[in-house]
């Protein structure tokens, strides 16, 4: 019922920054969840931030203060503004819409060096 497909991710130095996109092919103005979820190498799948239809957001205990989630309904896309990088926030990244069941992205990697 949708394809989405994140873009933004590369390599970055600590402390640094990047925003990744997810584009929807269609309006998400109806989606009540919508988030980003990583997988680290060796690890599994874990939400990093998730955001409602109403803008409620919520976060991973880990990334709270350095990420930021929104959503822009008119052009269909939900962003990831990462900032204050982190080695250990290195993994492939996923966007999700849950829509009775859950659909994902194809992921874009993000690599921290230190």
């Known amino acids: 019922q949708v394809q989405l497909v994140e873009s933004g991710g590369g390599l970055v130095q600590a402390g640094g920054s990047l925003r990744l996109s997810c584009a929807a092919s269609r309006s998400i103005f109806s989606i009540n969840n919508m988030g980003w979820y990583r997988q680290a190498p060796g690890k599994q799948r874990e939400l990093v931030a998730g955001?409602?239809?109403?803008?409620?957001?919520n976060y991973a205990d880990s990334v709270k203060g350095r990420f930021t989630i929104s959503r822009d309904n008119a052009k269909n896309t939900v962003y990831l503004q990462m900032s204050s990088l982190k080695p250990e926030d290195t993994g492939v990244y996923y966007c999700?819409?849950?829509?009775?069941?859950?659909?994902w992205g194809q992921g874009t990697q993000v690599t921290v060096s230190s």
């Open positions: 955001i409602t239809r109403s803008g409620r957001t």
């Open positions: 999700n819409a849950y829509l009775g069941i859950d659909y």
